[in-house]
């Protein structure tokens, strides 16, 4: 069975990493930026290892120079995402990215993209929410602008806050200052932990960051205690299997601890990550839940359910999903 048709909920990915290679490829042609060095000989991004990959990453971004390039880069996302059935998913982005951190017309980025999702809403069905990211690595006093950035276009669009990037950089305690920002501004919060690290990166982003969710969240698994803690405090963990194995952060499928996470009961989600950079869709995901761990439907609806309700949306927008996952 081919699990396609499933409407699906996505809440961790990245918008700049859900660009097809093709796309990014497109635009360095027209802008005469040679970046010739991230593509494989097929097509395909090319990378070593997780450093590797945001070295690419960040390479593949700066060919993302004006609010149109975002706004046909939404566009093309989401026709593709909702392929694959997904009628719900929220998207990173980050202001560090756009035209190459150009701060001053972040309102437009976002006009663009946001432009981008309504147009997309009314042709595939699939609506979209963006989360604001600091990037971990470029150091904290860059988390503030984004924070800053985050807080300025909050609203129906801009949905969150959170961090993504290399995770072996500092510790949580020190990105403090964006988090309560964006916090007493209102805004829901996520942060990337435990893709590398392990419990107490977790730990301390829960302590010091006071996230609603993490991004991977997996490395918990080896402290019982936190996981028993993650389940209590109903923490969600955005989990990207295919992109843990992709990256090696876990051996492989058969070793993955979704299952172990969800039977403790932590509330635990799927998603792509960056589709393109990890050969995945949210069709494969489901399709590898359900030949490596035997996932049917029911553990599916859960798993929706689960992400519906983490959702960093309004609740007309929860209650028009819900509807979607009939
Ligand atoms: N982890 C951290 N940062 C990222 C990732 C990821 O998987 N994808 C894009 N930025
Ligand atoms: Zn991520």
Redesign the pocket.
């Known amino acids: 069975m081919s699990f396609q048709s499933v409407p699906k909920i996505e809440l961790h990915t990245?918008l700049?990493?859900c660009a097809p290679p093709s796309f990014i490829r497109g635009l360095s042609q027209e802008k005469k930026i040679d970046i010739s060095g991230i593509f494989t000989a097929d097509g395909g991004y090319a990378f070593r290892d997780?450093d590797h990959?945001?070295q690419v990453?960040e390479a593949a971004c700066t060919v993302l120079q004006t609010p149109e390039d975002f706004r046909r880069l939404t566009l093309a996302v989401l026709e593709e995402t909702a392929r694959h059935g997904v009628v719900y998913m929220e998207t990173?982005v980050s202001p560090d990215f756009c035209g190459g951190g150009d701060l001053a017309a972040w309102r437009d980025y976002v006009a663009a993209m946001q432009d981008a999702a309504t147009e997309a809403e009314a042709k595939f069905g699939i609506t979209l929410r963006g989360i604001v990211?600091g990037?971990?690595h470029f150091g904290p006093e860059a988390c503030t602008p984004a924070a800053k950035c985050a807080i300025e276009t909050f609203g129906d669009f801009i949905t969150g806050y959170g961090m993504?990037?290399?995770?072996m950089v500092g510790r949580p305690a020190d990105y403090t200052y964006s988090f309560d920002m964006a916090r007493e501004a209102g805004m829901p919060l996520t942060c990337?932990a435990g893709?590398?690290g392990g419990p107490s990166m977790v730990a301390e982003t829960l302590t010091h960051l006071k996230v609603a969710r993490v991004?991977?969240g997996i490395g918990a698994i080896e402290d019982p205690a936190l996981v028993s803690e993650i389940a209590e405090k109903e923490i969600v963990l955005e989990v990207?299997p295919g992109?843990n194995v992709v990256?090696n952060a876990v051996p492989g499928w058969a070793q993955h601890p979704i299952v172990k996470l969800r039977d403790a009961g932590v509330p635990v989600t799927v998603s792509t990550?960056?589709p393109p950079?990890f050969h995945t869709t949210m069709s494969d995901e489901y399709n590898m839940l359900a030949r490596t761990f035997g996932w049917g439907e029911a553990d599916f609806a859960a798993i929706n359910q689960t992400a519906l309700a983490a959702a960093f949306c309004d609740d007309a927008t929860r209650a028009r999903v819900a509807k979607r996952l009939e």
């Open positions: 990245h700049e990493g997780f990959f945001l990453y990173f990211t990037i971990r993504a990037g290399g995770e990337h893709e590398w991004g991977h990207c992109s990256l990550d960056d950079f």
